[in-house]
């Protein structure tokens, strides 16, 4: 079993966006996935149609702050199998304290490593101790990228949080590659990015990755409708783009 977090300190890069259709593009490759929303927001649960706030169907909140077993706490629905988030994580500095805290993912995610081939993570950005438990539970991790200057400042600075995870809780966290997302070739400062940004990957020690997600109205309706936009409209270009991605990650071997 393989863990990897989608993940990036900047909000609105398409994170979310990328890790529900990475984790739904593998299920399509006959993948056996579990999908993991690390954000209180829930937007991810949302578009994997599972239940939130309900007594009755328990999240990832139960399972890091009141350790049910977290077989128990899986919700097994037509997009796939998922942890489900609730707004209760965003209180996790009251629930975890001590050094342990950090790895309380990572215990938590151990019962299940013979029962997925890959687990995929959407982290919130701005939570550092949920962040760093996703990251120290990760084996990898993706980052997506906002085409456009600003948003490689933020990465850069993105890049000291994993070197600080790397140094010492889990220094087998392996920067995958960076992703642009939302690309639009027509845009110049969009193509200046891309051309520049294996030189900044190289800095940060990982690849700058072949596929680039194009952007396209297609991805909001889906988010609308709660759908992944393989569901929603398989033969647009995001979709056609986040398959091509997953047969990158393939052909380097990444998965």
Not at 125 to 152: K, M, R, T
Not at 186 to 191: D, E, F, G, V, Y
Request: with cysteine; aromatic share 8%.
């Amino acid at each position: 079993m393989k863990i990897i977090a989608v993940s990036n300190q900047k909000g609105g890069v398409g994170k979310t966006t990328t890790a529900t259709n990475l984790a739904y593009g593998l299920q399509l490759r006959g993948k056996k996935v579990l999908f993991v929303d690390c954000d209180p927001q829930g937007n991810s649960t949302d578009t994997w149609r599972a239940v939130k706030n309900d007594d009755d169907y328990p999240t990832l909140s139960n399972v890091l702050f009141e350790n049910k077993p977290v077989e128990e706490c899986i919700q097994h629905t037509e997009a796939g199998d998922i942890l489900a988030a609730d707004g209760e994580l965003y209180n996790i500095d009251k629930h975890l304290t001590g050094f342990k805290s950090f790895y309380r993912l990572r215990d938590c995610l151990e019962p299940l490593r013979d029962k997925y081939d890959y687990i995929i993570l959407d982290t919130n950005p701005h939570i550092i101790l949920l962040l760093q438990n996703a990251l120290i539970a990760s084996d990898g991790i993706i980052i997506p990228l906002l085409a456009g200057a600003y948003e490689v400042d933020g990465m850069i600075e993105f890049s000291a949080t994993i070197a600080d995870v790397q140094s010492m809780p889990n220094p087998n966290l392996k920067i995958m590659g960076i992703l642009p997302t939302m690309y639009e070739r027509r845009i110049k400062i969009h193509r200046e990015m891309v051309n520049g940004l294996p030189e900044v990957a190289k800095m940060m020690g990982t690849i700058a990755f072949d596929t680039k997600i194009r952007k396209t109205i297609d991805v909001s309706e889906a988010q609308k409708r709660k759908l992944t936009i393989h569901e929603y409209k398989p033969t647009c270009t995001a979709a056609i783009d986040y398959m091509r991605f997953i047969t990158e990650l393939e052909k380097r071997g990444m998965i």
